[in-house]
């Protein structure tokens, strides 16, 4: 009886694995923006992946509204936002409703049109980036081609020179 448990353990073991391997390759054969759904501020219509602008470099950065990472990380993407003002962000968060809306009007998200925040209530962000730390950010060129992905904070000048180095 052991042996058989061994040997369907070591099966299921293989099948994820195998699980998700293929999950990777597709995520790599398919580098382009995700398909998005989040709830914005007013709490009444969605911003989706079909609303970026065209041509345009995008920045998603998911966070939560409690990570102190995360709110060094926008109070520097705000701080340097003149450098950035041609980047779309989009900031999406899975906890409550009340508590983006708090961060958003903390951070005056609202005084920056080129940031989109909204909540991913069906938490499609991370499982498609399997996503391990917060703030996540992941930037796509002006063709939606992903260009790099990065956990935990990030200089704005890393950032940078990682759309730019995805122009050249």
């Keep these: 009886m052991k042996k058989l448990f061994a040997l369907f353990a070591a099966f299921s073991v293989c099948i994820c694995a195998f699980a998700q391997q293929n999950l990777q390759t597709v995520k790599k054969a398919s580098p382009i923006v995700p398909p998005f759904h989040i709830l914005k501020i ?81 938490y499609t962000l991370p499982s498609y980036y399997t996503i391990h730390s917060l703030p996540f950010l992941a930037l796509y060129d002006k063709k939606g081609n992903l260009v790099k992905t990065f956990e935990g904070n990030q200089k704005i000048s890393t950032l940078l020179d990682a759309f730019k180095n995805s122009s050249e």
């Excluded at 998911?62 to 779309?88: G, R, V």
């Excluded at 958003?104 to 609202?110: L, R, T, W």
């Design 42 to 122: 007013d709490s009444a219509t969605y911003y989706t992946n079909a609303d970026l602008k065209k041509h345009h470099e995008t920045l998603i950065m998911y966070f939560s509204p409690e990570c102190d990472h995360c709110k060094h990380q926008t109070k520097d993407l705000i701080e340097e936002m003149d450098k950035l003002k041609n980047i779309e962000i989009v900031m999406a968060t899975y906890f409550p409703f009340s508590e983006m809306k708090e961060f958003y009007k903390n951070f005056k998200i609202g005084d920056y049109p080129n940031i989109k925040i909204g909540r991913d209530e069906k």
